[in-house]
């Protein structure tokens, strides 16, 4: 699961990359104008993983990962001068955005724009992403309407007319100044658009970059969006946090009365916005959280942990989490009857323990 770190010059947006991945990219660096990634995987907090992992005591313990990549060039202006290919496909493949606003002040790093103002900077990004949006929309249904005027075979007339009204709808939206993210697409239209590199259609956590206050998102700005999640960090803090040795960073905390990194609850709402979850395998060689969409069912459970499990698929033995956790151990929940055996078609729901019945 990939999340891209956008924002304005100045936002904080290395800092924040920082403060989530413990990386120590240079934070002072000018924009060169270039659109440049940096990439960095990170475990997502999870006390289920913790707990499961005490009880089990296994050999090796796997938490369910977040990339996080710090883009560079997105920002003011990209709607005119446009976005290379290259970056164009690697958005493609992106999850989501991290939205970076700058809510702090600091005379050393002058705003590019002389002064804070958290809501301004947010709508001008916005307003950049419907327009590259738009320019692409405009673009694809220019080539729709040659591609019908030229005939061709069947196959490509048949999928450009599907095509149209589709992009027609989406030029309709983003001229009324909507993010795609907030039509009601199906997963089939989804799709269809996912080479396009569209911008606004991605779920977006707007980060409050804040000083040393930490202020609530919303008493800062106005946001209101289909997936779509406002949070408030301190970059600066975080990061000089996360660079030091775990016994340094909890001394640090207990000085300043830090009974919690808010990097942790915003690697849980990255995850949570891209609409997955987690389930668990167990056992004396492994605890692992997995991850799938909400709504995969068993098979596709068995295909994120193995293709050859899903080929396969007999059963699958199943408790969630909770009730695990409420008779202790596996052999009081298998003598209490709370282990259940689940077709191909069971929604695997979040937390699930599962064990994979399959032959090959």
């Known amino acids: 699961m990939e999340l891209g770190i956008i924002g304005l010059p100045t936002s904080g947006k290395t800092t924040i990359f920082n403060a989530l991945t413990g ?22 907090p999870d006390a289920r993983v913790d707990r499961l992992n005490a009880m089990f005591n296994p050999r090796k313990t796997a938490y369910a990962k977040v990339t996080y990549i710090d883009i560079a060039g997105l920002d003011q202006g990209m709607s005119k001068s446009g976005i290379s290919g290259q970056i164009r496909n690697q958005i493609a493949t992106m999850d989501a955005f991290v939205h970076v606003v700058r809510a702090f002040e600091n005379d050393l790093v002058a705003h590019p724009l002389s002064s804070i103002d958290p809501q301004r900077d947010l709508d001008l990004l916005h307003e950049e992403t419907l327009l590259v949006d738009l320019v692409t929309v405009e673009n694809r249904l220019e080539r729709i309407d040659e591609g019908l005027k030229k005939g061709g075979r069947a196959e490509e007339r048949q999928m450009l007319q599907a095509q149209q009204p589709l992009f027609e709808r989406l030029k309709e939206a983003l001229e009324s100044e909507m993010p795609l993210r907030d039509l009601d697409l199906t997963k089939e239209e989804k ?43 301190q970059g600066k803090l975080e990061m000089e946090i ?62 994120a942990i193995h293709s050859d499990l899903a080929r396969g698929f007999i059963r699958a033995e199943v408790i969630n989490y909770a009730e695990l956790i409420e008779v202790e151990t596996m052999a009081a929940a298998r003598k209490a009857g709370k282990l259940r055996l689940e077709g191909k078609d069971y929604t695997v729901q979040d937390g699930d323990i599962l064990h994979i019945r399959f032959s090959i």
């Open 23 to 44: 990386s120590d990219r240079p934070t002072a660096a000018a924009s060169t104008g270039k659109i440049e990634a940096y990439s960095a995987v990170v475990d997502v």
């Open 242 to 303: 996360g660079q030091l040795e775990d016994d340094e960073a909890e001394i640090f905390m207990d000085e300043f009365g830090i009974q919690e990194l808010g990097r942790s609850r915003v690697i849980q709402a990255s995850y949570d916005l891209v609409g997955v979850h987690s389930f668990f395998t167990v056992g004396e060689d492994e605890v692992r959280a997995w991850t799938i969409h909400r709504g995969d069912n068993a098979v596709e459970a068995a295909g």
């Open 191 to 233: 799709d269809s658009l996912a080479g396009f590199g569209l911008l606004s259609l991605k779920p977006t956590l707007v980060l409050l970059n804040t000083g040393e206050d930490l202020i609530p998102a919303e008493e800062l700005v106005q946001y209101d969006h289909k997936q779509t999640m406002l949070l408030s960090l």
